[in-house]
Nanobody
Framework: QVQLVESGGGLVQPGGSLRLSCAAS????????MGWYRQAPGKERELVAV?????TANYAASVKGRFTISRDKNTVDLQMDRLRPEDTAVYYC???????????????WGQGTLVTVSS
């Protein structure tokens, strides 16, 4: 159907930077939105940033001014600057898409990539 492949996670010191990348592939007719979520141990998964097709990027208050989302066709990146220990989490790419052929509307999640911010 539709798959998301993520990359770019790793270990960085506080104040450092990372760039996450995500690419969607498969039977895609259109993509309505792409974005990033994150989940820390014992916490709820939360929205980090999202870019709706034809819309404007939206950020969580905790990352606004530090993270930048970029979107092009079936890819979405997340540039993370001035990272803090509380940013440590598994980051998941997300897309809302319509499939080719049968035109099913679905939401797809990536496998997740771990970001650890620690000295």
């Amino acid at each position: 159907q539709v798959q998301l492949v993520e990359s770019g996670g790793g270990l960085v010191q506080p104040g450092g930077s990372l760039r996450l990348s995500c690419a969607a592939s498969g039977s895609i007719f259109s993509i309505n939105a792409m974005g990033w979520y994150r989940q820390a141990p014992g916490k709820e998964r939360e929205l980090v940033a999202v870019w709706p097709s034809g819309g404007t990027a939206n950020y969580a208050a905790s990352v606004k001014g530090r993270f930048t989302i970029s979107r092009d066709k079936n890819t979405v990146d997340l540039q993370m600057d001035r990272l803090r220990p509380e940013d440590t989490a598994v980051y998941y790419c997300n897309t809302k898409a319509v499939t080719s052929g049968n035109y099913k509307y679905l939401e797809v999640w990536g496998q997740g990539t771990l970001v650890t911010v620690s000295s």
